[in-house]
């Protein structure tokens, strides 16, 4: 386990997690900081809670987005490898 410390919308969060985990964290507390900044900068929006809300928001439409995805091309993936094999049992039954 290591400690670091996370700044996210001017406050600071110390964590203890495993090394492999910090890469991942820091470029997230990244990214949500840039996501902060953008919506401060483009809409009306005083309260941190709101623009955290909108990131909170944002992030988790995009994890929705990419689970849509990936269980569509499984399903496609799915659907190939049961052409295939049904292609295979024919050229063996014969």
């Given amino acids: 386990m290591q400690k670091i410390k996370?700044?996210?919308a001017n406050?600071?969060?110390p964590l203890n997690v495993p090394s492999e985990q910090?890469?991942?964290?820091r470029a997230a507390s990244k990214k949500i900081e840039i996501m902060i900044k953008h919506y401060e900068e483009?809409?009306?929006v005083k309260?941190?809670?709101d623009v955290l809300a909108?990131?909170?928001l944002q992030l988790a439409t995009l994890n929705e987005q990419e689970n849509m995805f990936e269980k569509k091309n499984s399903n496609l993936v799915e659907q190939r490898i049961e052409k295939l094999n049904h292609s295979?049992?024919?050229i063996f039954d014969k």
């Fill in 22 to 25: 910090e890469e991942g964290l």
């Fill in 54 to 56: 909108m990131c909170a």
């Fill in 6 to 8: 996370l700044t996210i």
């Fill in 47 to 49: 309260d941190k809670q």
């Fill in 11 to 13: 406050r600071i969060y």
């Fill in 42 to 44: 483009n809409y009306a």
């Fill in 88 to 90: 295979i049992s024919e």
